[in-house]
C-alpha cells in the first residue's frame, strides 16, 4: 500500500470516529416520555428536535453526517456499477 492509502485509510478512520462521537453525544430521548392522549406534532416541536433549544442539543449534525454518508455510499454504488471499457477498443 502506498502512502496516499494510508492517508485515506487515517481519513476513513477518523471521519467514523467523529461520526460514531456524534451519535453517542446527542441526549436521546426516552419514549417513557411519550403521551399517548396529545401526540400531536407541531413544526416548532420538529424545529426544537432539529436544531434544539441551544446550539448543542439538536440533531441537526447527525443528519448532516448521514446525508454525507449516504452521499458517498450513492457514489460508491455508481463507481462500482460503471462499466470499465477496454483499452483496445
Known amino acids: 500500500m502506498n502512502r496516499s492509502g ?3 485509510g487515517l481519513a ?11 451519535v453517542l453525544s446527542v441526549d ?4 417513557a416520555g411519550f403521551d399517548e392522549r396529545n401526540d400531536t ?14 446550539g448543542a442539543s439538536g440533531y441537526g449534525l447527525i443528519m448532516v453526517f448521514i446525508g454525507v454518508l449516504l452521499l ?7 463507481f ?3 462499466e470499465e471499457k477496454e483499452e483496445g477498443q
Open 6 to 8: 494510508y492517508v485515506r
Open 12 to 22: 476513513i478512520i477518523a471521519f467514523a470516529l467523529l461520526f460514531i462521537g456524534a
Open 28 to 31: 436521546w430521548p426516552s419514549p
Open 41 to 54: 406534532v407541531s413544526n416548532e416541536d420538529v424545529g426544537r428536535a432539529m436544531f434544539g433549544v441551544s
Open 80 to 82: 462500482l456499477a460503471k
Open 72 to 78: 458517498v455510499a450513492l457514489l460508491g454504488g455508481i
